[in-house]
C-alpha cells in the first residue's frame, strides 16, 4: 500500500525559532510530493510542489523552504518562525498511475507562541 | 480564471436526512478533473472521488452520491441517510489537465463543514 507518514504530529515552538518538518512516502516510485498549509479559516494553501530529487516548485513567497533530498522524502522548513506560520501542514503526493489525484498523509499541527 | 466555490460555509443536520453540498466550479480548460475530499475531525484529508471533464455519468457509491453537470459546472455531492460519522470538512477541488502543470496542481474550494446531529 501507498503511505504517507509526517512528524512530528504536533509542535508548539517559539517566533524566530527554525523548523523542519517531515514527509516521507512508501510504496511508490517517483511520485510527485506537494506542502499545504490550512489556516484558521480552513482553506487548502499550496505551498511547494515537487516532481524529482532536488526540483522544488513554490507557490507562495515566505520565510519557509522546501527540499526534497530523496525520492520520497520531503522536508519543509524555516529559519525564523513567524505567528502566521501557524497552521495545519500536509504533505501529499500524486503519481503511480494518475497524476491528478492526491493523496494526504495525517499533518502535523504547527503552533507558533 | 479557474475557481472552485463551496458557497455552503456550514450545514447542520439530524441523523438520517438526506443532505447535499454543493460545488461550482469555474476553468479556461477543456480537460479536467474534479474532486470530492473529506477532512474529519482528525484532519487527514480523505480522497472520496475524481470525476473527469468527459465522463457526465453520476456516481453511486453506498450512501454517497455525485452530479456531475458541465452546462451549469456543478459537481454536487449527496449523502443519503446521513450519519453522525459523516461530520466533517467537504471540500470540492479542480485540477486542470493543461494549466495545471504535469504535477497536476489541484484547487480547492474553502471546503463546507457539515455537522450530523444524532
Known amino acids: ?113 | 480564471a479557474q475557481k472552485v466555490t463551496q458557497a455552503q460555509t456550514e450545514i447542520s443536520v439530524v441523523e438520517k436526512e438526506d443532505v447535499t453540498l454543493d460545488c461550482v466550479y469555474e476553468t479556461r480548460d477543456t480537460t479536467y478533473y474534479l474532486f470530492w475530499y473529506k477532512q474529519p475531525p482528525s484532519g487527514e484529508l480523505v480522497f472520496l472521488i475524481r470525476r473527469n471533464s468527459f465522463d457526465e455519468q453520476n456516481e453511486i457509491s453506498g450512501r454517497y452520491s455525485w452530479n456531475f453537470q458541465k452546462s451549469t459546472s456543478s459537481f454536487n455531492f449527496t449523502i443519503t441517510a446521513s450519519q453522525v460519522v459523516d461530520s466533517a470538512v467537504y471540500f470540492c477541488a479542480l485540477s486542470e489537465k493543461n494549466y495545471g502543470g504535469s504535477q497536476g496542481n489541484l484547487i480547492f474550494g474553502k471546503g463546507t463543514k457539515l455537522s450530523v446531529k444524532p
Not at chain 1, 13 to 31: H, K
Not at chain 1, 32 to 48: K, P
Not at chain 1, 60 to 74: E, G
Not at chain 1, 86 to 106: D, H, I, N, T, V
Open chain 1, 1 to 113: 500500500s501507498q503511505t504517507i507518514h509526517q512528524w512530528p504530529a504536533t509542535l508548539v515552538q517559539p517566533v524566530g525559532s527554525p523548523l523542519s518538518l517531515e514527509c516521507t512516502v512508501e510504496g511508490t516510485s517517483n511520485p510527485n510530493l506537494y506542502w499545504y498549509r490550512q489556516a484558521a479559516g480552513r482553506g487548502l494553501q499550496l505551498l511547494f510542489y515537487s516532481v524529482g530529487i532536488g526540483q522544488i516548485s513554490s507557490e507562495v513567497p515566505q520565510n519557509l523552504s522546501a527540499s526534497r533530498p530523496q525520492d520520497r522524502q520531503f522536508i519543509l522548513s524555516s529559519k525564523k518562525l513567524l505567528l502566521s506560520d501557524s497552521g495545519f501542514y500536509l504533505c501529499a503526493r500524486s503519481g503511480g498511475g494518475s497524476p491528478y489525484e492526491q493523496y494526504f498523509g495525517p499533518g502535523t499541527r504547527l503552533t507558533v507562541t
